[in-house]
């Protein structure tokens, strides 16, 4: 299986705090996404970084990619307890469009 | 507002049934998929469509099958339902040359 492994599998941080959350894959990509879920609903697509890109923001996010480690991170800046979530990255190769989503991150925002 | 919309949020189905979940989008999108979630397991792919009446199996094809009879519908089967087959089911979306998928918001499928 190509499947990504997401780090650490759960967090908890207070509100206002930081939150980063780790991913890293097994070969050779061409984007890497990142979603949320909220409890017991669909995913929703926060941000996609190409393989020739290092960083990327979108408002209080910042993904960065290391390709020569085949790790990605998610930073999520001053969070607010609407950011209780589970987070997937999903990585995507040439060619093929289909994805791959690692086992998630389940973050936990206490007010 | 675009969307993909699932059937059905819960059902609950006895073993040996055939059971239908359908998906549908108003994106006019040509990818569509069919994802289960399990705790711990992530989303595993279990068919996908990149055009109508087109079908590829995906990781985890085992006891389900599809249908894409329209481009914006696409159906996933359990042809004799089994309680491993207990999970959440996720429908997406994604159009040509994009990865982006749009997601529907799932299908909780309890086999007893």
Redesign the interface.
């Given at each position: 299986?190509q499947?990504g492994e997401e780090d650490p599998q759960a967090l908890s941080i207070q509100e206002g705090e930081n939150a980063t959350m780790n991913c890293s894959y097994k070969t050779s990509i061409?984007?890497l996404?990142w979603?949320r879920q909220n409890s017991?609903?669909?995913?929703?697509?926060l941000i996609?970084i190409r393989s020739n890109e290092r960083e990327k923001h979108s408002g209080r996010l910042r993904v960065t990619l290391d390709t020569s480690k085949k790790s990605s991170s998610l930073l999520i800046t001053a969070s607010r307890a609407a950011d209780t979530a589970s987070y997937?990255c999903?990585t995507?190769y040439f060619g093929n469009?289909?994805?791959?989503?690692?086992?998630?991150t389940r973050l936990t925002i206490i007010p | 507002d675009v969307k993909?919309t699932q059937s059905s949020r819960y059902l609950v189905k006895r073993t040996g049934e055939k059971v239908f979940l359908e998906c549908v989008q108003d994106m006019d999108h040509e990818?569509m998929?069919w994802?289960r979630q399990d705790p711990?397991?992530?989303?595993?792919?279990i068919y996908?469509s990149?055009d109508v009446k087109m079908k590829e199996k995906?990781?985890i094809p085992e006891g389900y099958s599809v249908s894409r009879e329209k481009k914006e519908r696409f159906s996933l089967i359990l042809e004799s339902a089994s309680t491993n087959q207990t999970s959440?089911y996720?429908c997406?979306s994604?159009s040509?040359?994009?990865?982006?998928?749009?997601?529907?918001?799932?299908t909780?499928l309890t086999v007893v």
């Open positions: 299986s499947q061409n984007n996404q979603y017991g609903r669909g995913l929703v697509h996609l997937f999903a995507d469009e289909k994805l791959t989503f690692g086992t998630g | 993909v990818n998929f994802y711990g397991l992530g989303l595993r792919l996908f990149y995906g990781d959440m996720l997406a994604s040509q040359g994009s990865t982006e998928a749009f997601f529907g918001q799932g909780r």
